[in-house]
C-alpha cells in the first residue's frame, strides 16, 4: 500500500515536506522502531481514545512509541474522561488503514487530536503511513504545523 490516500492528500494539501521510509512488516510501534532503526522517542504514534459519556466520540492522542498514554492527566487536559478504544471501534473511521496502523494525523480524518509536548524534544519523527510497512519522515516542526489548531500538553509517561 505505501501510504494512505488519505495521509498522500493531507501531506499535499499542506505543502509538507517528507520522505517515506520502509521496514519489514511489524505489529507494534516498539517493534517498527527497532526494525526501522529509529529511535522508539522519534516515532510518533496514535492512540485511539472513546468518550466515557459520548458513545462513539473517539480522539486520538499522540505521543512517542516511548510512551504510554496516562488517562487520568489526558482526561484532566481534555475536560471529559476518556477510555481506550478497541481496534475495531476505531477502524471505521480510517477505512484506508490498515487496523492497527493508524498516521497520528487526526485532523486529515475528522478526529479531535491531541499531542503529547515529548514529541517536540526530537527535530525528526516518523509515524505510520497506514500500513504495516512504510513510515512517514518529517521535521518535528512539519507534523506540529499539520496538527495546528489541536490541543497538546503533558499526557504520557515512559513505558
Known amino acids: 500500500m505505501s501510504i494512505a490516500h488519505t495521509v498522500q492528500m493531507y501531506l499535499t494539501q499542506h505543502q509538507a515536506p517528507f520522505d517515506v521510509v520502509t521496514h519489514q512488516p511489524t505489529v507494534s510501534s516498539l517493534r517498527t522502531a527497532n526494525v526501522a532503526h529509529i529511535r522508539p522517542t522519534s516515532l510518533a504514534k496514535a492512540v485511539m481514545l472513546e468518550d466515557d459519556l459520548e458513545h462513539s466520540h473517539f480522539i486520538m492522542a499522540v505521543v512517542p512509541a516511548s510512551r504510554h498514554v496516562d488517562l487520568a492527566k489526558l482526561s484532566r487536559q481534555a475536560g471529559r474522561s476518556v477510555h481506550l478504544a478497541s481496534e475495531e471501534d476505531a477502524a471505521g473511521l480510517f477505512a484506508d ?52 489548531g489541536c490541543a497538546h500538553g503533558e499526557f504520557s509517561r515512559p513505558l
Open 97 to 148: 488503514c490498515n487496523a492497527g496502523a493508524i498516521p497520528p494525523l487526526g485532523p486529515a480524518y475528522g478526529v479531535e487530536t491531541l499531542w503529547d509536548d515529548s514529541l517536540m524534544q526530537q527535530p525528526e519523527l516518523y509515524f505510520e503511513a497506514g500500513d504495516h510497512e512504510h513510515l512517514v519522515q518529517m521535521k518535528a516542526a512539519d507534523l506540529v504545523r499539520l496538527l495546528q
